[in-house]
Structures are given as structure tokens and as C-alpha cells.
């Protein structure tokens, strides 16, 4: 179990999953530069909670910028949305009538990704409920708002293990302070920390032709 001052942020798995120096570069050395990508999904987080923070509707209770916490994992956060369900099958909730299955549902800018990094951030949260409220939690959902609809996610085995592993990964590089090193690849170019990443000597180079000539220099190999 870890104690709070220990927590790492929930949300930073999606970085480490994506990138491992992209996260010690944002989470260890605290820099930081958003591009279109983050300006955006930051505005749809901001959508997601704009709303009062609890709301009811029928044997529905939708809670938004709810806070989690998860002392096996070391980690703390916030869920965009977390639906509560009236249902027989459920869990009793404090000052309320009946119990509920709990549902959370993240926000995401685009459409669903080709790798796991969104599915991993979901199980976190929902990793975090189930210790918070002492309950199992089978599935949530990611909503993503370029195709405009939910996908719903089931919190397998393999994906609580892998969310186990990598935040024991990501403790053992911050209580180190280090940051790791990683290959270039394409994905670099979408990175908002590219240009504090890569060393780009000469000036007059892009970034985007620095990763391109890379990329073909490790291909050649």
C-alpha cells in the first residue's frame, strides 16, 4: 500500500502507454507544451464536467469530475463521468435509497485509438472505484467525440494486469527521477514535447524531417 504523498497521477497512464520519456518529461521533469491535440482534449474534458456535478434521472445518478483514489496502485485522479445504476445487483451508496452498479465513462478527442492507452486509463479508474466502494466493476465506456458514440470496454484480466505492472514501472522511475530513453518513431511527430525531446542541432531542420531521417536511418539498419 502506498501513502498518499507516494500517489502518481491516474491520468499519466495514458502517457506511459504512449511513451515512457514522453511521461517522465511531463511527470518527473514537469515540462510541458500543448499542441492542437491537447488544446482539445483538454475543451472536452472541460465540456465533460461543465455540468452541475450531480444529476439524476430516474434510477439513473450521473456524477461528473468525481475523484478517485487507489492505494494498492499508488495513484490518484478524477473520472469524467461515473454512472450509477439502480439495480438490485448493485452496491448501497451513502445517503441513498436501493443499490447500484457503477459505470464510469471517459471523454476522449477523435476517434478510438489504435493502441490500448485509452482502455488502460478506463481500468485504472475503474480499479480505483472498486477499492473506493468496494464493488466489481466489469466494463465502462470510452466516448469519443469524433464518431460521437460510446465504446464500450470490458475490464479484462490481461488489461488489470497491465495497469498494474506499468504503474509499478512508472513508481520505480520516479522515486528514481528517471527518465528513460526511448526509439524514434512516427508517432513522435504528434508528441507535444518533441521539441524538448529531440535534439534537433541545426535550426533550419523541422522536427517532423529530423523524425523523418531517422526513421530512415533506422529502417536501413
Not at 148 to 166: A, G, H, P, Y
Not at 176 to 187: A, L, R
Amino acid at each position: 500500500m502506498y501513502k498518499e504523498e507516494d500517489f502518481l497521477q491516474l491520468s499519466g497512464i495514458q502517457h506511459f502507454a504512449f511513451c515512457r520519456r514522453q511521461w517522465a518529461l511531463a511527470y518527473i521533469e514537469l515540462q510541458w507544451q500543448e499542441n492542437v491535440r491537447t488544446v482539445e482534449g483538454r475543451l472536452l474534458h472541460e465540456t465533460a464536467h461543465d455540468a452541475s456535478i450531480k444529476e439524476k434521472r430516474g434510477d439513473l445518478i450521473v456524477v461528473r469530475a468525481m475523484p478517485v483514489h487507489s492505494r494498492e496502485l499508488g495513484i490518484s485522479g478524477e473520472c469524467d463521468v461515473v454512472e450509477f445504476h439502480k439495480s438490485k445487483e448493485g452496491v448501497t451508496l451513502f445517503g441513498r435509497e436501493g443499490r447500484y452498479t457503477i459505470v464510469p465513462v471517459e471523454y476522449k478527442r477523435g476517434k478510438p485509438k489504435t493502441t490500448d492507452a485509452d482502455e488502460l486509463q478506463i481500468t485504472a479508474q475503474a480499479i480505483c472505484l472498486e477499492e473506493m466502494l468496494c464493488c466489481e466493476i466489469p466494463y465502462g465506456y470510452l466516448y469519443y467525440d469524433e464518431i460521437r458514440r460510446r465504446e464500450k470496454i470490458e475490464f479484462t484480466e490481461k488489461l488489470r494486469q497491465k495497469v498494474k505492472d506499468m504503474f509499478l514501472e512508472m513508481h520505480k522511475y520516479y522515486s528514481q527521477g528517471h527518465t528513460p530513453k526511448v526509439k524514434i518513431s512516427k508517432s513522435c511527430n504528434a508528441c507535444s514535447l518533441k521539441d524538448i525531446c529531440l535534439p534537433v542541432l541545426n535550426k533550419n531542420v523541422s522536427v517532423k524531417n529530423y523524425i523523418d531521417r531517422r526513421m530512415r536511418e533506422e529502417e536501413a539498419r
